[in-house]
């Protein structure tokens, strides 16, 4: 064997055979040198990277320091993006929790999967069909261990949880941290400013369940320590795995009102708590990095930093900030469904660089997989591989995405740099020169309106046609 070849790949399968030859007298030494140079090089092609994806709960475009915010201090998320890749034209395909989430886990658009009418309740009797294909299930397949840490939101039901969609396990709430169990009634009046006073009153005033796998094992959960308490887990599945690969889906419930942190941490004035709970957040991204370092294994890793929407506004300073983007939470606008995103992974994306790659959440699924080299049941996704995009060796072969109101109803199209909206008139936005959307330019260009009309007609004609049916508890 030769001497810089890794112990652990042994003399076994095609290895084995290959030092069989190096060791032959009658192979030619330039043979021999090619092939110590290939046996060197395999290492490296057959590493599958881990892969972590954290999604935050109505975090705003502006509400990172990398992304332009000059009142919240995000350290830990700056130094991600200095030692890694910000993408500024990055979107969710809905801009509210359930069709969001859906999206992301599934590669496709939320109608695909039958969660595009608004978000998932307590009382709800439905939720992700078992049988739809998620990133955890492609990941397990490949030999991956899989974590889901924190918010679900595709149904509470033990047939639509977590660990029936590929997951090993399942610790957090599983959907929104202002819902309560069981049918979401007989929640106390206290306003947002009260709750973040009296922290240990406000916890009650609300009643989501903890859970651990299918089990509640608190309600209400202690949001306080919440966010703490999900990075502890995420951690310790991180040390348990570090051999690797995994695959770990951090979703905060933060900063998703109520809001809350552990006591001595918060500042007393209601007024900066949104910030403390993003500089929260920062701090404890820095503590699951500092890991990743500990274990040496921050270059077999991929992690993508995001939201699952754009700030819930009316909420003002409960509520994040678009940055230069308009409007927010529940909307169209680019406030709504363009997120911040961070891609850190140390060796395989172009350090400190900036893109405006047009790309989406569903594009994650496909893009681990092929990183992973898994391979993709036969069947229709709305994702694409965005691996050259990523590492900054291609352009996006994203070219259009459809935008669908909060309670699913068709609305838009994203061609290139055009955007139509097809409100009680037509909006028609040119985002490369004006990103905020003010200037609606559908009377001057009445021909792509009714080109890019028709196409996102015909776009959505094909999702209506091949959705799959939620699951429904008989």
């Given at each position: 064997m030769p001497p810089d070849?890794?112990?652990?790949?042994?003399?076994?399968?095609?290895?084995?055979?290959?030092?069989?030859i190096a060791h032959d007298p009658a192979v030619p030494a330039s043979v021999k040198r090619?092939?110590?140079?290939?046996?060197?090089?395999?290492?490296?092609?057959?590493?599958?990277?881990?892969?972590?994806?954290?999604?935050?709960?109505?975090?705003?475009?502006?509400?990172?320091?990398?992304?332009?915010?000059?009142?919240?201090?995000?350290?830990?998320?700056?130094?991600?993006?200095?030692?890694?890749?910000?993408?500024?034209s990055f979107y969710v395909a809905s801009s509210v929790c359930t069709?969001?989430?859906?999206?992301?886990?599934?590669?496709?658009?939320?109608?695909?999967?039958?969660?595009?009418?608004?978000?998932?309740?307590?009382?709800?009797?439905?939720?992700?069909?078992?049988?739809?294909?998620?990133?955890?299930?492609?990941?397990?397949?490949?030999?991956?261990?899989?974590?889901?840490?924190?918010?679900?939101?595709?149904?509470?039901?033990?047939?639509?949880?977590?660990?029936?969609h590929g997951f090993d396990s399942y610790f957090g709430i599983p959907y929104s941290n202002d819902m309560t169990h069981p049918d979401n009634k007989r929640k106390r009046k206290m306003s947002l400013d009260e709750a973040w006073k009296d922290p240990a009153r406000g916890i009650t005033s609300w009643n989501p369940p903890l859970m651990e796998n299918e089990e509640i094992v608190q309600m209400p959960a202690d949001q306080r320590t919440i966010t703490r308490r999900y990075t502890d887990r995420a951690i310790e599945f991180v040390r348990d795995h570090r051999e690797g690969p995994f695959f770990l889906y951090l979703a905060h419930s933060m900063p998703h009102i109520p809001l809350f942190v552990p006591d001595e941490i918060k500042d007393p004035d209601p007024k900066n708590?949104?910030?403390?709970?993003?500089?929260?957040?920062?701090?404890?991204?820095g503590r699951l990095v500092d890991t990743l370092r500990e274990l040496e294994i921050e270059e077999d890793t991929v992690l993508v930093f995001t939201s699952d929407n754009g700030p819930w506004l009316p909420f003002k300073h409960h509520g994040g900030s678009a940055g230069p983007l308009r409007a927010g939470k529940g909307t169209t606008y680019e406030g709504g469904q363009r997120v911040p995103c961070v891609v850190w992974a140390p060796g395989r994306v172009p350090a400190g660089t900036r893109s405006a790659a047009f790309a989406t959440t569903m594009d994650l699924l496909p893009t681990f997989a092929s990183l992973a080299g898994a391979k993709l049941p036969e069947g229709r996704i709305d994702g694409i591989d965005l691996g050259k995009t990523f590492t900054g060796e291609a352009p996006s072969p994203r070219e259009e995405m459809l935008f669908y109101t909060k309670n699913g109803k068709l609305?838009?199209?994203?061609?290139?740099?055009?955007?139509?909206?097809?409100?009680?008139?037509?909006?028609?936005?040119?985002?490369?020169?004006?990103?905020?959307?003010?200037?609606?330019?559908?009377e001057e260009h009445p021909e792509r309106v009714a080109a890019l009309t028709r196409r996102m007609t015909r776009l959505d004609a094909e999702i209506t046609e091949n959705a799959v049916p939620v699951w429904r508890k008989p």
């Amino acid at each position: 064997m030769p001497p810089d070849a890794p112990e652990s790949m042994g003399r076994s399968g095609e290895f084995g055979i290959a030092c069989e030859i190096a060791h032959d007298p009658a192979v030619p030494a330039s043979v021999k040198r090619l092939l110590l140079c290939l046996l060197l090089a395999l290492p490296a092609l057959a590493a599958r990277p881990n892969f972590i994806i954290i999604f935050t709960d109505d975090q705003g475009y502006g509400d990172l320091g990398c992304f332009g915010s000059e009142l919240i201090q995000t350290p830990h998320l700056d130094q991600l993006a200095r030692e890694g890749r910000c993408f500024t034209s990055f979107y969710v395909a809905s801009s509210v929790c359930t069709p969001s989430r859906a999206a992301l886990l599934t590669g496709s658009y939320p109608k695909r999967v039958g969660l595009h009418q608004h978000v998932l309740f307590p009382q709800s009797r439905h939720g992700l069909n078992p049988s739809t294909l998620t990133l955890a299930d492609v990941l397990k397949e490949a030999g991956y261990a899989t974590a889901c840490v924190g918010k679900w939101h595709l149904g509470h039901h033990p047939e639509t949880l977590p660990t029936a969609h590929g997951f090993d396990s399942y610790f957090g709430i599983p959907y929104s941290n202002d819902m309560t169990h069981p049918d979401n009634k007989r929640k106390r009046k206290m306003s947002l400013d009260e709750a973040w006073k009296d922290p240990a009153r406000g916890i009650t005033s609300w009643n989501p369940p903890l859970m651990e796998n299918e089990e509640i094992v608190q309600m209400p959960a202690d949001q306080r320590t919440i966010t703490r308490r999900y990075t502890d887990r995420a951690i310790e599945f991180v040390r348990d795995h570090r051999e690797g690969p995994f695959f770990l889906y951090l979703a905060h419930s933060m900063p998703h009102i109520p809001l809350f942190v552990p006591d001595e941490i918060k500042d007393p004035d209601p007024k900066n708590a949104y910030t403390c709970v993003i500089e929260h957040i920062d701090t404890e991204v820095g503590r699951l990095v500092d890991t990743l370092r500990e274990l040496e294994i921050e270059e077999d890793t991929v992690l993508v930093f995001t939201s699952d929407n754009g700030p819930w506004l009316p909420f003002k300073h409960h509520g994040g900030s678009a940055g230069p983007l308009r409007a927010g939470k529940g909307t169209t606008y680019e406030g709504g469904q363009r997120v911040p995103c961070v891609v850190w992974a140390p060796g395989r994306v172009p350090a400190g660089t900036r893109s405006a790659a047009f790309a989406t959440t569903m594009d994650l699924l496909p893009t681990f997989a092929s990183l992973a080299g898994a391979k993709l049941p036969e069947g229709r996704i709305d994702g694409i591989d965005l691996g050259k995009t990523f590492t900054g060796e291609a352009p996006s072969p994203r070219e259009e995405m459809l935008f669908y109101t909060k309670n699913g109803k068709l609305e838009g199209i994203r061609q290139g740099e055009w955007k139509l909206l097809r409100k009680k008139q037509p909006e028609l936005y040119h985002l490369a020169t004006d990103l905020g959307e003010r200037n609606n330019v559908a009377e001057e260009h009445p021909e792509r309106v009714a080109a890019l009309t028709r196409r996102m007609t015909r776009l959505d004609a094909e999702i209506t046609e091949n959705a799959v049916p939620v699951w429904r508890k008989p």
